[in-house]
């Protein structure tokens, strides 16, 4: 005798494959871990803040340039006004582009991402967090 609790589920083919035999109880129960599989989802606003605040500042010089912290260091022992004049000089040669400063950014919040381990992909112009 068949009960509520039982629902019986037969192959589309018709064929002499066995049925499955999924309970009302087994339904329920993934019902109640969609609910709170849904609960932990995070709108776009608490993703993005979640990811600014672990930002850190960024010397862009510094990762583009490693000769950067070479020059940096000399500067903080030199003690001639000369020497350190022209170290000044030197730093201030390196610029730093836009475009290499979205490729740093990009890489940077990708490393954020894998931490958490999330995902992060573009789909029609805009970044989406999974």
């Known amino acids: ?6 629902i019986f589920v037969e192959s ?8 499955s035999k999924i309970t009302l109880a087994a339904i329920r129960e993934e019902a109640k871990q969609l609910l709170v599989e849904q609960s932990k989802v995070k709108s776009n606003t608490d993703v993005l803040n979640i990811l600014l605040d672990d930002v ?7 990762i583009i340039y490693s000769e950067i ?6 500067l903080s022992t030199e003690t001639d006004d000369e020497e350190r004049g022209k170290i000044i000089s030197d ?40």
Do not use: H
Not at 1 to 6: G, H, I, P, S
């Open 91 to 130: 730093i201030k040669k390196y610029k730093v582009t836009d475009r290499q400063k979205y490729v740093v950014i990009i890489e940077e919040l990708l490393r954020l991402a894998n931490e958490r381990q999330w995902g992060i992909c573009s789909r029609v112009r805009k970044i989406v967090t999974y």
């Open 12 to 19: 589309r083919n018709n064929s002499t494959a066995p049925q």
């Open 1 to 6: 005798m068949e009960t509520k609790e039982n």
């Open 69 to 74: 912290v070479e020059l940096k260091e000399r």
């Open 56 to 62: 850190q500042s960024i010397n862009f010089q510094e």
